[in-house]
């Protein structure tokens, strides 16, 4: 039985984690449990699942969760980067960090310094951290295993094929909700209209992410990383339909391509159960409803802030990390109807601007960086 810990597990990926391992019970067990702040929803996980360890970040003092943990003898840990205190602890054979933003960070680092599998959902680990997190891969013994259906599809499509193989990957992604949406509108748009993605359910901040395409620009970065390629070996496709997730291209100019049905679930399976594959039943795809596949070049006037983030990683330097950083609290301003739909793009590149340079930033930088970008958009 393979012992899981979920970082993040309140989350959209967090949650359907343990929908898959609750419909998996005799593969898996929860050892442990963390989430930022929402203490009622890790209560009826650690009821369910009753791990041996959990981490909240903030929990008002007299939460019943506290003395649940007590009678239980459940080890529950409080306070800032409690996720990346968790992380430290090894008697793990998987990790799945799915939480979101720049706070997943040290958790990625921990878990590959202790030789443990990682089901990698939190883009922005590698996004900021590629250079250190790659080189302790291949010097450690984890598995990183990709958990975005994106990267999940590439990583299926090269298994078992020679690098020297692979001539270009195709990245998809939907075009999220204003793929059709006049753009000298963008200026109005609510973030109750960003949040309406039309084939996924994903959580707030990827929502966001997906009707801006920052999420597709984020994972060019990513798949950069994953699979060690250059951003010319990378080409992003729109495909409105999600049922192609992406593909890969060979030197004989053959096509690998992963289909599935548009449901997290079954990267999440796959991540949880590789190197073995179990059954499942999510669902399966009708190809005569479907019709037809449809694929469009991504038009950068519909989505600036992918076109700024294809022109940084030319730039190189610490500027994706700061563009990346900067995004999640940038979003978070969106989210609470502080700023418009519109000024996304501007801030990401007046922040970047600010605190961008050529240095190849440690995580001890990252984080200082990650601070000083707080304060500066506030």
């Known amino acids: 039985m393979k012992r899981i810990s979920i970082l993040g597990s309140t989350g959209s990926v967090g949650t ?15 050892e442990s449990l963390s989430c930022n702040q929402s203490a009622d929803m890790l209560f009826e996980q650690v009821q369910q699942f009753m791990p041996q360890k959990i981490a909240i970040n903030s929990i008002r003092a007299d939460h019943p969760l506290k003395n649940f943990c007590k009678k239980n003898n459940i080890e529950l840990i409080i306070g800032n980067n409690s996720s990346a205190i968790l992380s430290q602890f090894k008697d793990i054979d998987l990790v799945v960090n799915s939480i979101v933003g720049t706070d997943g960070l040290l958790s990625t680092l921990n878990t590959i310094k202790n030789n443990i599998d990682l089901a990698l959902s939190n883009k922005e680990s590698l996004v900021l951290g590629g250079h250190l997190i790659m080189p302790l891969v291949k010097k450690n013994s984890s598995n990183l295993i990709p958990v975005d259906s994106e990267h999940s599809a590439i990583f299926q499509c090269l298994h078992g094929e020679q690098k020297s193989s692979v001539k270009k990957i195709i990245l998809t992604g939907s075009g999220g909700p204003f793929l059709n949406k006049k753009i000298n509108t963008f200026h109005s748009i609510k973030p109750s209209e960003a949040l309406k993605h039309p084939n996924w359910e994903m959580g707030r901040k990827i929502s966001i992410d997906s009707s801006t395409m920052m999420n597709k620009g984020l994972e060019l970065v990513e798949a950069m990383w994953l699979f060690d390629k250059s951003k010319e070996d990378i080409e992003i496709v729109i495909h409105p339909e999600s049922i192609i997730h992406s593909m890969v291209q060979f030197v004989d100019d053959s096509y690998k391509a992963h289909l599935g049905i548009p449901d997290m679930k079954i990267p999440i399976q796959y991540a949880l159960s590789f190197p073995e594959r179990i059954m499942s039943n999510y669902g399966s795809l009708n190809f005569a409803e479907i019709g037809k596949f449809t694929f469009l070049k991504p038009d950068y006037l ?35 109807e502080k700023i418009l739909f519109t000024d996304i793009p501007n801030l990401l590149e007046k922040t970047v601007n600010e605190f961008g340079g050529n240095s190849s930033p440690s995580a001890e930088d990252l984080l200082t960086l990650n601070e000083q970008i707080k304060l500066y958009l506030v």
């Open 16 to 30: 359907q984690t343990l929908s898959v391992i609750n419909q998996n019970k005799d593969l898996f067990k929860v």
């Open 302 to 336: 519909r989505y600036p802030a992918l076109e700024l983030l294809t022109e940084l990683i030319t730039s190189g330097g610490n500027r994706i990390p700061i563009m990346s950083m900067a995004n999640d609290l940038i979003v978070n301003q969106f989210l609470n």
